[in-house]
């Protein structure tokens, strides 16, 4: 282990977890937020001396109290992935408020309240931000209103930290993840729609969560050092190429 301490929120599975494994490996002591409380106690159990805390960053004083109890612990802060996020999936006409509200209380509000509880640790050493959004806050498709503008809000979020907190030594950079093999993903994409995938990216393939985590610990590490600002579609060429098939639009 070294000194630098990253901390990975929706850290119980996919992406989080995959991320939270490679900083481990790289030898950073690794703080896991997750709400669901005993799928982070499983997922920390894997990496020994991990700090987990069980956390909803929609809710500001469970924010605060994730990381009052970072400071203590360890006194430091040098990375933040923000990565926790849900997805609901609808027509417009059909997305009602509490719907709007739930995707923007965490895939938006969460970023902006991790981010803000941080500042005081990262900046006394410099450190990274990594915000997660999605390739669907890059192009526009039908039913998700309400978690494509979501994902949208956080690239432009992730463009007014780089502006605003270059000068203090934080870095902030963004990454949007394309189709990625998860068990969300083999749950619900029927197998006209993966091969509709597979078809509209140029690599041919969905991504794997290591492959997204790859380029998140990338951009929190010291080779990205003059790199902020800057949005990276982990996608094999989706957005690139702009195609859409019919069997894309469920």
Not at 72 to 90: C, E, K, Q, S
Not at 112 to 120: E, G, K, V
Request: proline letters at 4%; glycine letters at 8%.
């Amino acid at each position: 282990m070294n000194d630098t301490v990253a901390l990975v929120t929706g850290a119980a599975r996919g992406i989080g977890l995959a991320t939270a494994s490679l900083l481990h490996a790289e030898g950073r002591r690794v703080v896991m937020l997750d709400r669901d409380a005993d799928e982070l106690a499983t997922a920390a159990a894997t990496l020994p001396g991990a700090l987990s805390l069980t956390c909803d960053v929609s809710i500001p004083q469970h924010v605060a109290q994730s990381i009052a109890e970072v400071e203590h612990t360890y006194g430091r802060l040098d990375i933040l992935v923000n990565n926790a996020g849900v997805a609901d999936f609808g027509p417009l006409a059909e997305t009602d408020f509490a719907c709007w509200r739930r995707v923007m209380d965490t895939n938006l509000d969460g970023v902006f309240l991790m981010s803000q509880a941080c500042l005081p640790l990262l900046s006394v050493r410099g450190g990274a931000i990594i915000n997660i959004a999605s390739i669907s806050g890059l192009r526009a498709s039908t039913l998700r209103v309400a978690y494509g503008t979501s994902k949208a809000a956080v690239i432009h979020l992730t463009k007014q930290q780089a502006a605003e907190l270059g000068e203090v030594g934080i870095r902030a950079n963004c990454v949007c993840p394309g189709p990625v093999e998860t068990k969300l993903a083999l749950a619900v994409h029927s197998p006209e729609i993966r091969a509709a995938y597979h078809d509209a990216i140029p690599l041919n393939r969905y991504g794997t969560e290591r492959e997204i985590a790859e380029v998140i610990c990338f951009l929190a590490g010291e080779r990205a050092s003059y790199v902020t600002g800057q949005v990276v579609a982990s996608d094999g060429g989706f957005d690139a190429t702009g195609v859409r098939l019919p069997a894309l639009r469920v």
